[in-house]
């Protein structure tokens, strides 16, 4: 059974727990609440068209074992400039301050392909230890040409070898994730 906890605007009000948590991130408009649906069978995540919806640390605890945390997107979004500047901080303090993270899903496009700001996360990642695994989303979508760069663990330490293709609208990917995560 999965249960919002709450938005958080800072890492410091998140609640103190020991659950597992597993965070996905990326930019504006990737279809971050879709998947999240997705995973758990279930609209408890805002989904929208408008880029930046998420300007929260969102949390959904799921059967008391693990809880997953929706992150605000970066890149596009109709923000200030010290919004933005706020939010980048928020992100790498929840990055490096959450022991009980276990896994960063970066979620990319895949009629996009990875971004500057994508691999820009990927470095953070990389510099600070913090494991990461990237997933492509919307792999249901009509594309003209393959925009998926040669993303490889060889090139980013922190980053989990295995890349995952998904659809929320197809479920395609959806057990591998719910797989890792630990949740049926």
């Not at 929260?56 to 605890?61: M, P």
């Not at 899903?105 to 990927?122: H, Q």
């Not at 980013?156 to 609208?169: D, K, N, Q, R, Y």
Request: hydrophobic share 35%; proline share 3%; with cysteine.
């Amino acid at each position: 059974m999965i249960k919002f906890v709450g938005s958080f605007e800072t890492v410091e009000s998140l609640p103190k727990t020991t659950f597992a948590e597993y965070a996905f991130i990326g930019r504006s408009n990737v279809g971050k609440s879709s998947l999240i649906n997705a995973v758990v069978a279930e609209n408890v995540a805002r989904t929208s068209n408008t880029p930046g919806r998420t300007q929260s640390i969102n949390l959904f605890n799921f059967n008391d074992k693990v809880l997953l945390v929706d992150l605000p997107g970066y890149g596009y979004a109709r923000v200030s400039r010290e919004c933005s500047l706020r939010w980048l901080q928020r992100l790498e303090n929840y990055l490096v301050s959450r022991t009980q993270l276990k896994r960063l899903f970066i979620l990319i496009d895949s009629r996009v392909g990875p971004k500057e700001s994508d691999l820009e996360l990927m470095d953070f990642c990389d510099k600070n230890g913090i494991l990461y695994q990237i997933v492509y989303t919307k792999k249901d979508k009509k594309i003209r040409e393959e925009k998926q760069l040669d993303l490889s663990h060889d090139n980013h330490g922190a980053m989990v070898p295995e890349i995952l293709m998904t659809s929320a609208e197809k479920k395609t990917g959806i057990d591998n994730l719910r797989k890792i995560i630990g949740i049926k």
